[in-house]
């Protein structure tokens, strides 16, 4: 199967590296980032050997030129930045699966942008996803799945706990490691900060392979505050009582007026690693796992999904259109 | 929806009493019984309500009078013997999920009769579905979700613990609780005891949701024996020491000459109720549950797939066509 990978940093790398490994071929690499463009993909991720594969800044021409199967696609998380990048393999009728978290399930964030791209995939006859580990499988795919076995349900709520100091650079400064409450509140308003991005999109996604209507979503995220006798050091941060140590942050779906679906994000230095998924009703059932890598564990979604969504009928699709069995309301 | 329960047994009426609750129109009751045929089905599974069905052996006529949307069948494990009765919905261009294990991934064991059958209800527009907590879900469909965040994977493991003492009767007496190891196995080779159906299915069934193609597949299963001092005693049975307390049965599915997909299923007087899957690779993660409900897990998957199963394309499918993503050999 033939790729290009489109965004060449942390999670694109990594998508090279193991697509190599699995046998894909990678015909093109993509980056506007003037130290990667002009430099040999094989080099820029690490696996010592030259590939022939010239990282580019001109995305049509490498989509022209290389005439992939599909795009895999990492580069931000809102859907109104990267929009351009994506139309120029869609118009090439090329199918794209990425990592942008607001595209897990855009039509909560981008209604009206998402209607225009499932019109304009339909058009030139292209299939777009957007997945990864969270949002796209632990919070939202799979709490959905696990429904399956009951009868009725009060309240679905999956957390994933995560141990923010064993991730990479670009992760903990995203979550405001080390930073002062304050500072941390600040940046996160200004979108200097991410903190992580997808609660609502992961509430939405298992909302909607449950086929239910939720009548409202929230979300939200803050600080988690190293203790006044916490002195924590990371492989990027130092943390200083009082200081960020991490976040926790949560998405929540209504109905009747009640909470019925709960997720919640807990990345924290120090932190076991696992997530949790409890499905509350008749009967009551909990799954709890070992933990599941961040990066790599997206990485592997967007290898191992690619064969399935080139199979998929053009359009902007989602999760739901891969996974279509969980509890239902229906009677 | 407008549904006709197939089979009044344990689960045809447990089906029966929640597809009411549910909001299902129950339309229509078939069972051969000569103890349940007149009687009112209301009356039969205990919701002490007239519900105006009555209980008939002639299929043919309750499909043609009621005309339901789908047929919930659940009467026997091997798909020889409910192939008439399946054909009589679909013949009327009726949807069937049913709950014969056999049926969860019918090309395994009657290849032949699989192949005839999705013609056959292509041929009159019906969709067939066979499913269940198990074969359906727990050993093959979750893990084969489970198995998506993984870049490379040598072994998939899963194994269902169930405790038979609190069990119905007709489970205990099928796994041979309290009969010596020979008559058990003297019965099970007669078919006069099954046993768990369903081993192979389910390797299967994980197998194709995973599009790998298993060299070979093998299944077994052999009673657990009181210990020298154990005597026990369920609601149904005496066991005394060397007699049956339960079954461990196991299916593996090999891929190189190497064991790839291993299933077990533990039922035994006294043990932890509980369900493990781990998918060793890249990375390890183990999911472990507080366990599923079977008869509830069943009619609970059923009628949570009955809506979904109206959705889908004519012809015999499997729980591969509801979900489509997990781990991918193809690069």
Chains 1, 2 share one sequence.
Request: hydrophobic content about 40%; overall charge neutral; some cysteine.
């Amino acid at each position: 199967m033939r790729v290009v990978v489109y965004g060449v940093g942390h999670i694109g790398s990594l998508v090279a590296k193991y697509a190599i490994k699995k046998g894909f071929e990678v015909v093109g690499a993509i980056d506007t980032d003037p130290n990667k463009v002009g430099k040999d993909l094989g080099v820029l991720v690490g696996i010592e050997e030259r590939l022939g594969i010239i990282v580019s800044s001109d995305a049509e021409s490498v989509i022209k030129s290389s005439r992939p199967d599909i795009v895999i696609h990492a580069t931000s998380s809102w859907l109104d930045e990267v929009l351009p990048q994506i139309m120029i393999p869609v118009r090439y009728g090329i199918d794209v699966v990425s990592t942008c978290e607001t595209l897990s399930y855009p039509y909560y964030r981008y209604p009206h942008l998402a209607e225009l791209l499932d019109v304009y995939a339909r058009r030139y006859g292209a299939t777009i996803l957007g997945t990864g580990i969270n949002p796209g499988f632990l919070l939202d795919t799979l709490p959905a799945l696990l429904t399956l076995p009951h009868i009725n349900i009060d309240r679905v709520i999956a957390r994933r706990f995560v141990n923010a100091g064993s991730r990479r650079y670009s992760f903990q400064y995203k979550i405001g490691l080390g930073l002062r409450p304050e500072e941390f509140r600040d940046k996160l308003a200004r979108r200097e900060l991410t903190g992580h991005v997808g609660y609502a999109e992961s509430v939405m996604l298992m909302a909607s392979i449950m086929n239910v209507k939720l009548d409202s979503v929230e979300e939200g995220q803050e600080p988690v505050i190293a203790g006044s006798n916490e002195y924590l050091r990371t492989k990027y941060f130092e943390i200083r009582p009082g200081h960020v140590k991490g976040i926790r942050g949560y998405g929540v779906g209504y109905v009747g007026g009640r909470e019925f679906i709960r997720i919640e994000f807990h990345a924290v230095v120090g932190s076991k690693d696992y997530e949790e998924i409890e499905v509350l009703g008749e009967p009551r059932i909990k799954w709890v796992s070992t933990g599941t890598p961040g990066d790599e564990g997206t990485v592997a979604v967007l290898l191992n999904l690619a064969p399935k969504v080139v199979e998929l009928e053009p359009g902007l699709k989602t999760m739901a259109d891969l996974v279509r069995a969980s509890y239902s309301f229906k009677g």
